[in-house]
């Protein structure tokens, strides 16, 4: 059960981390639009 909890807490962080990534790339690519 903790193994799950875990394996979950993981996937999960690593997809936090795909969201982040994609919102500082829309990010940059915003501030290189605006100049």
Not at 3 to 15: A, G, P, R, T, V
Not at 18 to 32: D, H, K, P, R, Y
Request: aromatic fraction near 8%; hydrophobic fraction near 65%; glycine fraction near 6%.
């Amino acid at each position: 059960n903790l193994y799950i909890l875990l394996l979950n807490m993981k996937q999960f962080s690593i997809l936090l981390l795909l969201v982040l990534a994609v919102m500082a790339m829309v990010f940059t690519v915003a501030q290189g639009d605006t100049g």
